[in-house]
């Protein structure tokens, strides 16, 4: 059992726009920054947001992080087939002293 | 570029050892801390632990405590990560990971491919 939550599975068509969310606690996302990783099958973790908002450099501005109270969410607009690929955030959590993620979601695109 | 290159997969007997590596390129070794997570099969992600590359200091997860050390060889910029007492819930993807920042703004920015440790008898 992850501690963060995520939805298992996630689709969209192309052109579409799609939320991912990420639900934990007081002591991780509740007090701590969130961070988002795209992995395609058989690589490693790509990171995609880090500290809630923020995009890395060559990381397309269809990606988008927001994070509200213990939540979080990964929108991705204009969503096209090269986007298919598994999501997983990931905090600090101060009650558990290591790092926590969730179990992922797929992301599909019909 | 930064790179984290990790060996190969492992076949290990329950009760054996194993010890991945995770050799690194394109920065300052000594400048970051290394994390090690796992990922087995149809789970999320397992933080196990962090070392420090300067010092050689590490933190363990509670649950790993006494089963895994890590280490780090600055004259190759190579970490290892070996578990030992292995049983079949071992099984997994092993990964290494850099950090950057600290406290609230800490985050993985670069990845290794992934180990592959099969255990199995």
């Known amino acids: 059992q992850s501690v963060l939550t995520q939805p298992p599975s996630a689709s969209g068509t192309p052109g579409q726009r799609v939320t991912i969310s990420c639900s934990g606690s007081s002591s991780n996302i509740g007090s701590n920054t969130v961070n988002w990783y795209q992995q395609l099958p058989g690589t490693a973790p790509k990171l995609l947001i880090y500290i809630d908002d923020q995009r890395p450099s060559g990381v397309p501005d269809r990606f988008s992080g927001s994070k509200s109270g213990t939540s979080a969410s990964l929108a991705i607009s204009g969503l096209q087939s090269e986007d298919e690929a598994d999501y997983f955030c990931a905090a600090w959590d101060g009650s558990l002293n290591h790092w926590v993620f969730g179990g992922g979601t797929k992301l599909t695109v019909l | 570029q930064v790179q984290l290159v990790q060996s190969g997969a492992e076949v290990a007997k329950p009760g054996a050892s194993v010890k991945v590596s995770c050799k690194a390129s394109g920065y300052t070794f000594t400048s970051y801390f290394i994390h090690w997570l796992r990922q087995a099969p149809g789970q999320g992600l397992e933080w196990m632990g962090v070392?420090?590359?300067?010092?050689?200091?590490?933190n363990y997860a509670q649950r790993f405590q006494g089963r895994v050390t890590m280490t780090r060889d600055r004259s190759t910029s190579t970490l290892y990560m070996e578990v030992s007492s292995l049983r079949s819930e071992d099984t997994a993807v092993y990964y290494c990971a850099r950090v950057v920042g600290s406290g609230k703004l800490a985050y993985f920015d670069y990845w290794g491919q992934g180990t592959l440790v099969t255990v199995s008898s």
């Open positions: 070392i420090n590359s300067s010092g050689g200091n590490t």
